[in-house]
């Protein structure tokens, strides 16, 4: 498969998820699938097509927040020659171009009310009429649809269309998010890791190191799995030394000592006085956990370093400095820690 249509995991939400597609494919009926930005559901709109007996035919697909409200229709529906200004020739619409085929709606809740109107029509009667025109059109379109929005809600509140959202609802494929697909993190993480080695024509994969998997199991990834290859693809094309695992990880590529400062606000002295507010006892629940505080001060200093390390790219006398150590005080360290048994380079 093309690199950006990877479907892979292996946790129990995950292959749930790919089940329910695999069952839902060989079906003439509306899909809906809904989950959170960079879960995948461009990739189940694929998988639907493509285990259906129109994967021979058209895969369309309209991204409906692209499009200003006015050209929306335009676009699904079609025109003729002057049906509008601009309109300087007739227009097969998206439904015309995915006939015997799929269509897929991305961002569905953008629809406006017209759209919706027009579009329940086409979903009911398997016809559409070209903006301009007299003549109805019959297509055969299987759609799916996708959002990260609640639909039910927005039907509640007259926001979407009830009767379009009964149609459209013959079976919903909810994607569960990254934080909920356990053990899938390494696995991914390790497949995007070797393809960005491969592009970059590197002998070996050699991993990441202890503390930079971690750090990428307890990152929450708003941006699901998307976001989880950018910030894979971009470790490794920083990472110099391909002899050792990568042992750093930018979360926020804007994450910068010299970006903008936000413009001064009226209460800035009333938030720099609570900066320095002192904690309060209860602000840190995981503190219950600890039973021997010189083990858990020995955990987060060892932790410290090797992070430093690993920003530095295990070049001691630059993270000596950048901890405010002496080459000789960080060497010490790293021996109490058992970090020189990794043979890292001064």
Not at 304 to 325: C, F
């Amino acid at each position: 498969m093309e690199r950006d249509v990877q479907f892979l995991g292996q946790s129990e939400a995950f292959l749930d998820a790919v089940d329910r597609t695999s069952r839902a494919a060989p079906m003439r009926r509306p899909v809906l699938v809904i989950g959170e930005r960079g879960t995948g559901k461009e990739l189940v709109a694929e998988r639907l097509h493509r285990l259906s007996k129109r994967w021979g035919e058209p895969l369309v697909t309209l991204n409906c927040a692209a499009l200003p409200e006015t050209l929306i229709e335009a676009e699904l529906f079609g025109h003729e020659q002057g049906a509008f200004t601009g309109a300087t020739r007739a227009r097969a619409g998206r439904f015309e171009e995915a006939d015997k085929g799929t269509l897929f709606l991305d961002e569905l809740a953008t629809l406006s009310m017209g759209a919706q109107e027009r579009l329940l029509r086409a979903v009911e009667y398997g016809e559409v009429t070209r903006i301009g025109s007299s003549r109805a059109i019959q297509v055969d379109v299987r759609i799916v649809a996708a959002t990260n929005e609640d639909l039910p809600r927005l039907a509640q509140q007259g926001r979407f269309r009830a009767d379009l959202l009964d149609r459209l609802s013959f079976d919903v494929i909810t994607l569960p998010p990254l934080r909920a697909r356990e053990g899938d993190i390494p696995v991914l993480s390790d497949f995007f890791g070797r393809r960005m080695a491969t592009e970059l024509r590197w002998e070996e994969w050699p991993g990441f190191s202890e503390l930079a998997m971690r750090s990428l199991e307890d990152y929450p990834w708003p941006g699901n799995v998307r976001e989880l290859r950018n910030v894979v693809e971009r470790a490794v094309y920083r990472w110099d030394d391909w002899d050792r695992p990568v042992g750093y990880i930018q979360f926020d590529p804007f994450d910068s000592p010299w970006k903008p400062a936000p413009p001064p606000r009226a209460d800035a002295q009333v938030a720099q006085a609570s900066d320095f507010e002192a904690p309060q006892p209860n602000s840190s629940p995981h503190f219950d956990s600890i039973s021997d505080l010189r083990i858990a001060v020995d955990a987060h200093e060892r932790a410290i370093v090797e992070h430093a390390l690993g920003r530095n790219r295990y070049n001691q006398r630059q993270t000596a400095k950048a901890l405010g150590l002496t080459y000789d005080q960080l060497r010490h360290c790293m021996k109490k820690h058992g970090l020189l048994d990794r043979q890292m380079g001064a």
